[in-house]
């Protein structure tokens, strides 16, 4: 897509040869102009595919969610990080290991919200390893869900997440495709 690829080269900062800041317009301060018109392009990709629910994992990933969930004129639902304390019941769960951050965290899903019948389309902001969506897929099959797909805006191409998550049947679709980081410049794959 070309206007976020020109948004991450005219304000994307690598901060080293792994990590992009986008903070000024994606997941920090988010430019709603820009959610909309990526919103139109998922919208456009996943059409007739049949759809019926986005699904996303907090935090960065719930303005595009949200964008494309109302694009399409279907229900978002957020993958927690940290369940409710209140509203705890029916939970599936499982372990993510984020080799950007160092950690390890657990995302939650409620069966109230998804499943046998629902076709999830998986919106998320960056694709490093794979592994957060690879969780989220585990949690969708828990609730017995198939997956549409999954699409991100900025997939770090050099990084294995795309081959992991091919493998394993999922179909990728990425808005701008990363093939390298340096101080002074950010490389696109096409
Ligand atoms: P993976 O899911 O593909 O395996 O990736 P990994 O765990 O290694 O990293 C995922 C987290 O790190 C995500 O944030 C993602 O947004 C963030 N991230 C990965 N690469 C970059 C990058 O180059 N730049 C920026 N700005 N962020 C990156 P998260 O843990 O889900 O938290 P949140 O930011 O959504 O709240």
Known sequence: MQLLKDRILSEGRALNEDILKVDSFINHQVDTNLMEAIACDFAEHFA??????VVTIESSGIAPAVFTAHRMGVPMIILKKQPSKVLNEDLYHTMITSYTKGTN????????????????????????N??????AIRLLRMAHATVAGLGILIEKS??????????AGVHVYSLARIAGLKKDGIEFLD
């Open 158 to 167: 050099f990084q294995p997440g795309r081959d992991k998550l091919e493998r």
């Open 105 to 128: 965290y657990e995302l939650t899903l409620s069966s109230k919200y998804v499943g046998e019948n629902d076709h999830v389309l998986i919106i998320d902001d960056f694709l490093a």
């Open 130 to 135: 794979g592994e957060a969506a690879t969780g």
């Open 48 to 53: 007739d595919m049949g759809v019926t629910k």
